[in-house]
């Protein structure tokens, strides 16, 4: 169909309404109504191009506020469909082809109908008295139509007492004027390590990723665990962009740039640690985008289980490979 905002759709429109006009009037008409039509065609037109202009200057706005307002708009629908259990309301504002990472699950969950089938349990068990709240701390176009974002969230039981808290960094896909989630992935926050509950927990795998882009993303996550498990801090901030943010659970804050990530990670270094990684899924959204996820694995040194769960980041890639614009992993939370 042409875009009647094109210049071929303008032509086509008054063709059209000429057609009609020498059809209804008669010859002698003819003459003195063309002028009209020609003003009316030229009104049309004008109409058409001062709405287009307007569509155009929205879709061009790529600035972090209009971002943020579009979060913050997602995130209201989001906590409203989640305080009336609308399971079906909730599948809806994420993608046909989704992907929903949530420390309350071991493995992801794939598509709107699977997801709005996981709300419906969720809402008629542990969370079915809470509601929710998100706040966004960051957000911003990585295209014209690929938004990210990164914040906290709390739940709340019909006391008002906060039950569980954490992060999150989401992909989003603009549609008109409203995101569609792309890829969620949150989890609570875990400053003191592991729950020992979920640690008792027997740990569930899924199928590690072999399709396309497969090379890209495992070579990524394992320079990440070799860079981890040797100590070099350095070449773990090197695989963040210059302005990457890290929102992983057990620092309970999200770290902006590549230098407070650095500082953070030789804070919060334990000796004895080693890390295993394994992606799960890898998407190139186009424009240079792409996100994955998998899980991950902590050992102490003596080869015990200390810790698993799951990630979900997003990458730009690049000539150097992928760098991350949001890595967001978390232990496992549920029971």
């Given at each position: 169909m042409d875009n009647p905002c094109s210049l071929l759709g303008l032509i086509k429109i008054r063709r059209t309404l000429e057609r009609k006009f020498y059809y209804i009037n008669p010859l002698k008409m003819r003459i003195i109504m063309k002028y009209d039509l020609k003003s009316v065609c030229l009104a049309a037109?004008?109409?058409?191009?001062?709405?287009?202009?307007?569509?155009?200057?929205?879709?061009?706005?790529?600035?972090?506020?209009?971002?943020?307002?579009?979060?913050?708009?997602?995130?209201?629908?989001?906590s409203a469909n989640w305080a009336s259990k609308n399971a079906e309301a909730m599948g809806n504002l994420y993608a046909e082809d989704a992907v929903r990472i949530v420390s309350?699950?071991?493995?992801?969950?794939?598509?709107?109908?699977?997801i709005t089938a996981q709300f419906e349990e969720d809402f008629g068990g542990n969370f079915d008295t809470t509601e929710i709240q998100a706040t966004t701390s960051k957000a911003k176009f990585l295209?014209?139509?690929?938004?990210?974002?990164?914040?906290t969230y709390s739940v709340t039981d019909n006391a008002g007492r906060v039950i569980n808290q954490g992060l999150w960094g989401n992909a989003f896909k603009l549609e008109?004027?409203?995101?569609?989630?792309?890829?969620?992935?949150?989890?609570?926050?875990?400053?003191?390590?592991?729950?020992?509950?979920?640690l008792s927990t027997p740990e569930v795998t899924d199928q590690p990723y072999e399709g396309p882009g497969a090379n890209l993303v495992n070579d990524g996550v394992s320079a990440y665990v070799l860079n981890t498990n040797t100590g070099n801090f350095s070449g773990v901030a090197d695989l963040f962009m210059p302005e990457g943010i890290q929102a992983v659970s057990n620092n309970n804050?999200?770290?902006?740039?590549?230098?407070?990530?650095?500082?953070?990670?030789?804070?919060?270094?334990?000796?004895?640690i080693e890390l295993d990684a394994w992606s799960y899924g890898y998407r190139d959204l186009g424009n240079s985008i792409a996100i994955g996820w998998?899980?991950?694995?902590?050992?102490?040194?003596?080869?015990?289980?200390?810790?698993y769960g799951l990630?979900?980041?997003?990458?730009?890639?690049?000539?150097?490979?992928?760098?991350?614009?949001?890595?967001?992993?978390?232990a496992f939370s549920g029971e």
């Open positions: 037109c004008l109409t058409l191009l001062f709405s287009c202009s307007d569509q155009a200057q929205q879709n061009s706005d790529q600035s972090n506020s209009r971002a943020l307002t579009l979060v913050d708009n997602y995130s209201e629908s989001f309350t699950r071991q493995t992801p969950e794939y598509g709107r109908e699977a295209s014209s139509e690929i938004v990210v974002a990164t914040g008109g004027d409203t995101l569609t989630m792309l890829m969620e992935s949150a989890g609570d926050s875990t400053p003191d390590g592991m729950r020992q509950a979920s804050r999200i770290i902006f740039g590549r230098d407070d990530i650095l500082e953070a990670i030789n804070q919060n270094a334990v000796a004895g998998g899980g991950y694995r902590q050992l102490d040194d003596s080869g015990a289980l200390i810790g990630w979900g980041n997003i990458w730009e890639i690049t000539t150097d490979g992928l760098k991350l614009v949001i890595e967001r992993a978390g």
